[in-house]
């Protein structure tokens, strides 16, 4: 199984970006996780095999949207109003079995590069 996340970049603070994260295989639950320097890698959203149940981070709700294309192997992250907290390198993961806690980074055994994403004041 293959991860590749794309989409970082620099943005201003209140701008929008959006991540992208095509997987190989079979579909499973996807998500996406960040690390900013100096801290503990951390949850950020998650979507069932399905995209019919989605998790967020209470700290990026109503600004993030995580969304997948099962007909093109990819989930989407799409992050408006960002924030400089938000700077970090992002993440993505993907399961290999169903009925898992898909907010847990036990969870996946799978994992993409990362994408940096840089939000500048």
């Known amino acids: 199984v293959q991860l590749q996340a794309s989409g970082g970049g620099l943005v201003q603070a209140g701008g929008s970006l959006r991540l992208s994260c095509e997987a190989s295989?079979?579909?499973?639950?996807m998500g996406w996780f960040r690390q900013a320097p100096g801290k503990e890698r951390e949850f950020v959203a998650a979507?069932?095999?399905?995209?019919?149940?989605?998790y967020y981070a209470d700290s990026v709700k109503g600004r993030f949207t995580i969304s997948r294309d099962n007909a093109k192997n990819t989930v989407y992250l799409q992050m408006k109003s960002l924030k400089l907290e938000d700077t970090a390198l992002y993440y993505c993961?993907?399961?290999?079995?169903?009925?898992?806690?898909?907010?847990?980074?036990?969870?996946?055994?799978?994992w993409g590069q990362g994408t940096q994403v840089t939000v500048s004041s």
């Open positions: 979507t069932s095999w399905s995209g019919s149940t989605t």
């Open positions: 295989g079979k579909n499973y639950g």
């Open positions: 993961s993907k399961a290999k079995v169903y009925g898992i806690d898909l907010t847990q980074e036990a969870s996946y055994p799978y």
